[in-house]
């Protein structure tokens, strides 16, 4: 009996889910997907140039696993680039990453997935609306927060 599959961390979903060639319509198309995981393990790797032990460790999987998805992920891309197939990202073995806060005022912690677009400093508490928050990390406030 196989193991069940661990969660991928991805810190955020893909704002484009859905890639296609030009001139062609959708229902002429043959279909690629990639998962999610996949899509993080190409954006780790291929966009933000980080080492696979780097990206195995943000992923929080081993580093052969993590080549393994990579491997994946670059073979569905390659297919549908070179044979003009629709690329769909959805599905896959994830969890979103989330990024802790604690606010200054009332001390309330809450927690807000990556890729929100804002920075703890322009972050309102949600409980006193105040913008005195800052961001946590595991072992406690972030660098340079007081």
Do not use: W
């Amino acid at each position: 009996m196989a193991r069940p599959l661990k969660p991928r961390r991805v810190e955020a979903m893909p704002e484009i889910s859905v890639f296609k060639p030009a001139g062609i319509p959708l229902r002429d198309l043959e279909e690629v997907v990639l998962t999610v995981d996949e899509f993080e393990a190409l954006r780790l790797k291929d966009l933000e140039g980080l080492e696979q032990e780097d990206c195995a460790a943000r992923m929080n999987v081993s580093r052969p696993t993590f080549q393994r998805v990579l491997t994946a992920s670059r073979a569905k891309v390659a297919d549908a680039l070179v044979n003009g197939k629709l690329l769909r990202v959805e599905g896959g073995q994830y969890r979103l990453a989330r990024r802790k806060f604690l606010c200054r005022a009332c001390n309330h912690e809450f927690d807000l997935p990556y890729g929100t677009g804002r920075r703890g400093s322009e972050t309102p508490c949600p409980k006193c609306n105040t913008m005195g928050v800052h961001r946590l990390d595991e072992r406690g406030p972030s660098k340079g927060s007081k």
